[in-house]
């Protein structure tokens, strides 16, 4: 009995999930937790307008339900509001660890403090929660992110380069920002010019190169904080013929980003992978959620205070290796990389 209630609430999970998330609680197992004594753990994302969300979210559930854990999702759809409601609704059920990955990681810290009062362990999850004292950080080396983006296009013989990134809300941003400018500095690379889409939307991209696009001729490469943002100037520079003509990099491995990878117009993607992130972090959280103590060598400092900190490495990945790490990897399928254009593994 137990095994199918768990099996039914992962598959009311699922279908909520794929008509779309509401502001509200996306399930309530009351019932279900008073027959399955099991573990709840509260997960809040920011919104799913990034594609790759879609793949830490099922490989965390997947994964805790594995370890006899539900998980209820919430979506905030980008609005730091809802988040703290929606994380204080989560405080109120009292469940077993919290996992956060935060709309703006400067303003969570009194409602994760009140999770911390109330013994309930939190977990940033892929960007920090600053002055918060949480339990864990997990996330991608985003420096490292950072300088892979920067020596992409120090190998192109690039003078020039203009940035296009993520919100300075995200944690994430100014520690990719800091790998990239390191390496324009040590390669004597001058940015032209940096810009910051708010709220990841990619759109902001593609308007910066249409009121620009004078400056933008002047630059040698094109650094954009993920791969939405990337496709969203490549297609403002195909309006201005420059797409292939100006190198653009990116970050996640966006099915569309390699795409235009093997097509020439993006050089390259740093590809991080979520389902070993999104399944060390679930094995973590249920950690915590028993009581017990993490084993993880790594601290990071918050503002205020050293966390317990995981840090997965990232993949460079270009034309020449987008076979071996996407394909052989099965992050991606080759037709559908392949698709708009010719697959010359299987022409030979």
């Known amino acids: 009995m137990k095994g199918f209630l768990r099996m039914m609430l992962s598959v009311v999970i699922t279908a909520t ?9 996306v399930i309530s197992p009351d019932d279900v ?70 709309v703006d990681g ?12 109330a013994k309930i362990p939190v977990v940033c999850y892929d960007r920090l929660i600053s002055n918060a004292n949480a339990d864990l950080y997990i996330s991608f080396d985003n420096e490292r992110v950072g300088q892979m983006l920067g020596e992409a296009i120090a190998s192109q013989g690039a003078g020039n380069v203009i940035m296009i990134g993520g919100p300075l809300t995200d944690n994430n941003v100014p520690m990719v920002t800091a790998g990239f400018t390191n390496v324009m500095k040590q390669n004597g690379i001058d940015i032209l010019d940096t810009y910051n889409c708010e709220g990841w939307k990619a759109e902001y991209g593609s308007a910066y190169v249409y009121d620009h696009m004078e400056l933008v001729k002047r630059a040698d490469a094109i650094m954009c904080g993920n791969d939405d ?35 020439g117009t993006q ?20 950690e915590l959620a028993k009581g017990e103590t993490l084993d993880v060598e790594g601290v990071i400092n918050d503002g205020t205070n050293q966390i317990p900190y995981v840090a997965v490495e990232p993949v460079a990945v270009t034309k ?8 052989d990897g099965g992050f991606h399928t080759r037709e559908d990389v392949y698709l708009n254009t010719v697959d010359t593994t299987d022409s030979q």
Not at 107 to 117: F, G, N, Q, Y
Not at 232 to 240: C, D, F, R, T, W
Not at 267 to 286: D, H, Q, R
Request: overall charge negative; some cysteine; charged content about 25%.
């Open 17 to 25: 999930l794929a008509c779309g998330c509401s502001s509200g609680p």
């Open 106 to 117: 400067s303003s969570l810290k009194d409602v994760v403090l009140d999770a911390k009062k």
């Open 229 to 263: 943002i990337a496709s969203s100037v490549i297609k403002a520079l195909a309006v201005g013929q420059l797409a292939g003509e100006i190198p653009v990099v990116g970050q996640d491995a966006d099915l569309p980003a390699c795409q235009h990878i093997v097509q």
């Open 33 to 102: 937790n008073q027959a399955d004594d099991t573990l709840e753990i509260g997960m809040c994302f920011d919104s799913f307008v990034i594609e790759r969300w879609e793949k830490d979210r099922d490989v965390f559930v997947a994964t805790a339900a594995g370890l006899g854990a539900t998980v209820n999702i919430q979506n905030a759809n980008g609005n730091v509001e809802k988040q703290i409601e929606q994380i204080k609704y989560f405080i109120d059920k009292k469940v077993d660890c919290l996992v956060i990955i935060p």
């Open 320 to 327: 020449d290796n987008m076979d071996q790490v996407i394909i």
């Open 267 to 286: 050089l390259m993607t740093v590809y991080k992978p979520v389902g070993k992130l999104a399944e060390e972090a679930a094995k973590l959280s249920v």
